[in-house]
């Protein structure tokens, strides 16, 4: 099973990107992916998670209305679309897989992480 994360960058505050998580090697209907941070002398904080089949959302309260999850099954890939970046959501953003529900545990193969920059 592998994970590639892509599409960090530098970006201003109240600016944009996309991150893209290519999903290979696992069956996807039964198994969720989600997208977790670290920020330097940080923990690594959950972000977001969708299911494969049906399209489940779960989101941390901090990107609640700013980020938005989203799959495409025909190219196992999630995106995660940050819109309104704040200085606060700099951090090395990794995605995950886990088998079931979309939620904050559970996860069991990661993917490298990509970096995301928010100047201020």
């Known amino acids: 099973v592998q994970l590639q994360a892509s599409g960090g960058g530098l970006v201003q505050a109240g600016g944009s990107l996309r991150l893209s998580c290519a999903v290979s090697?696992?069956?996807?209907?039964?198994?969720?992916t989600g997208w977790f941070r670290q920020a330097p002398g940080k923990e690594r904080e959950f972000v977001v998670a969708?299911?494969?089949?049906?399209?489940?959302?779960y989101y941390a309260d901090s990107v609640k209305g700013r980020f938005t999850i989203s799959r495409d099954i025909a190219k196992s890939t999630v995106y995660l679309q940050m819109n309104s970046l704040k200085p606060e959501d700099t951090a090395v953003y990794y995605c995950?897989?886990?088998?079931?529900?979309?939620?904050?545990?559970?996860?069991?193969?990661w993917g490298q992480g990509t970096q995301v920059t928010v100047s201020s």
């Open positions: 995950a897989s886990k088998y079931g529900y979309a939620g904050p545990t559970g996860y069991d193969v």
């Open positions: 090697g696992r069956p996807l209907g039964s198994y969720a």
């Open positions: 969708i299911t494969w089949s049906g399209g489940s959302t």
